[in-house]
C-alpha cells in the first residue's frame, strides 16, 4: 500500500522502493494470490528480501508512480524483526523524501478556474455540459 496526497490521487502514489547493490531497480515481484488468473505485482523493498529466487535489496528510497525517483538511498537492515518474526523495515527516509516529491509539485501546481476544470471535464469526456455552449468550438 502506497501513500497518497489527496489532491492528486494516484498520479503521485508514493512507496518505499528497492534498490539493488548496483543502485538499479529491481524488475516488479509477482506473487500469487490463489487460484484465478490475477497475479498481484509489487514494487515495495519488503518483497526483495533474497527468498523465493527473489533479488535482494539493500537499500530503500521513495518513489512515486509520475516516475519521480528519491535520491535519498536507505540501507536496508534485513536482520531486525518484530516479536512475530516480520522484517521490520523503516519508512521514514523514503517518506519523507516522497513528501518533499509532493511539496515541490504543490508549489508548482496551479488552481484551475472552476469553468476551466468544467471545460477539461467535458472535454476528456467526449460530453459538454447541456447549459452551455462546447467551449472548444468556436
Known amino acids: 500500500m502506497g501513500w497518497r496526497a489527496e489532491e492528486f490521487g494516484a498520479s ?3 512507496l518505499a522502493g528497492a534498490v539493488l547493490a548496483d ?3 529491481p524488475k516488479p ?3 500469487a494470490t490463489g487460484s484465478g488468473a490475477h497475479t498481484h505485482q509489487t514494487t ?3 518483497a526483495y528480501d533474497g527468498k523465493l529466487s527473489r533479488q535482494r535489496a539493500d537499500d530503500a528510497r521513495g518513489v512515486c508512480s509520475c516516475g519521480w525517483r528519491g535520491i535519498n538511498r536507505y540501507p536496508i537492515d534485513w536482520t ?3 516479536e ?3 522484517h521490520v523495515l523503516d519508512p521514514t527516509g523514503p517518506r519523507e523524501d ?3 516529491h509532493i511539496a515541490d509539485v504543490q508549489a508548482r501546481s496551479v488552481q484551475l478556474p472552476r469553468t476551466s476544470k468544467t471545460s477539461w471535464n467535458a472535454w476528456r469526456t467526449g460530453s459538454t455540459p447541456s447549459r452551455t455552449k462546447d467551449p472548444w468550438r468556436r
Open 44 to 46: 515495495e523493498r519488503w
Open 12 to 14: 503521485h502514489e508514493g
Open 23 to 25: 543502485g538499479s531497480e
Open 98 to 100: 516522497w513528501e518533499q
Open 84 to 86: 512475530d518474526g516480520l
Open 29 to 31: 515481484v509477482y506473487l
Open 80 to 82: 531486525q524483526r518484530d
